[in-house]
């Protein structure tokens, strides 16, 4: 019997939203400036289009009170597939951290599917094989030490905001 | 946010279903198989529980998939279950998380602990 050895992480949320609303929350930097990590993710919606989250005057504060320069572009990538509103397919780079910047373009899909009820599965699967720093990150094993809690975090947060309309911190 | 089952929150469909899951040990000890490794067949799962029949080993995994806690993707011939802890973030973020403000903090924190461990 051969086993399998993945890299790849796989997350899903069920949220009681359109699939829509849900593409435009991962989509419009309005929305995605609103939960998670924060920030404004400025996508160009077809394949080859750049990607680029820029982060708000909040977290850029908060990272020179730590004595440490925010870069004006936290993650890049570029976009690899689109059927909006079900499919987003992006290379993503992390580089608030120089390793973890040096790791490369990881992989990520979305995939959004309506089940019939007023609510839809979101599927993130992040394939990041070679990037074991990225992949630590995103997991949220980090989380004690104020890295925040990864996508399953970001997935919680989001469902939050879509279904009651606040954040778990209350940011709305 | 309350809707015709009883007065319940909604939420607690969705929640219901994950802790009826988690209270089987067989279901807890595939669960620590994938956070051991992710992304394995039925066939290595099965391998793991000898004395389960693969139906039986199938029955807990669609348990488990039904409440959330695993998703399976194709990859090629071979369909992978993934542990997902997403359902479990969110039973974290609902009695846990409630005072922790730390979001736009949290990548500078974790730059600055990489570089200085001490």
């Known amino acids: ?172 | 946010m309350t809707d015709a089952n009883g007065g319940r929150p909604r939420d607690d469909d969705e929640l219901h279903g994950v802790f009826r899951a988690l209270a089987d040990p067989t279901r807890r000890f595939l669960l620590d198989l994938l956070f051991a490794r992710d992304g394995r067949t039925l066939t290595e799962l099965e391998s793991e529980l000898p004395e389960m029949t693969r139906f039986g080993v199938m029955k807990h995994l669609r348990v488990l998939e039904e409440a959330g806690l695993v998703v399976t993707q194709r990859q090629g011939r071979e369909k992978l279950h993934f542990l997902n802890p997403v359902p479990i973030r969110l039973i974290h973020d609902r009695w846990i998380d409630k005072y922790t403000e730390r979001r736009v903090s949290a990548l500078v924190d974790l730059k600055k602990q990489l570089e200085d461990p001490s």
Request: net charge negative; hydrophobic share 40%.
């Open chain 1, 1 to 172: 019997m051969t086993a399998t050895l993945t890299t790849t992480q796989v997350y899903r949320v069920y949220i009681k939203a359109s699939a829509e609303k849900i593409w435009q929350a991962l989509t419009d930097p309005e929305w995605t400036d609103k939960y998670g990590y924060t920030g404004f993710a400025h996508y160009d919606l077809q394949p080859g289009g750049a990607f680029k989250v820029v982060p708000n005057e909040e977290f850029k504060a908060a990272a020179s009170q730590g004595g440490y320069v925010c870069p004006d572009v936290v993650v890049d990538g570029e976009v690899v597939e689109v059927d909006q509103p079900h499919r987003l397919v992006v290379k993503w780079r992390m580089l608030m951290d120089p390793e973890i910047a040096g790791e490369g373009f990881t992989r990520i899909t979305y995939d959004i599917k309506d089940l019939g009820d007023g609510s839809c599965s979101l599927t993130l699967t992040h394939e990041l094989e070679g990037a074991p720093k990225t992949a630590a990150l995103v997991s949220g094993v980090n989380e004690a030490e104020g890295a925040g809690g990864g996508w399953a975090w970001v997935l919680s947060d989001l469902k939050s905001l879509l279904e009651t309309g606040s954040t778990l911190a209350g940011r709305s």
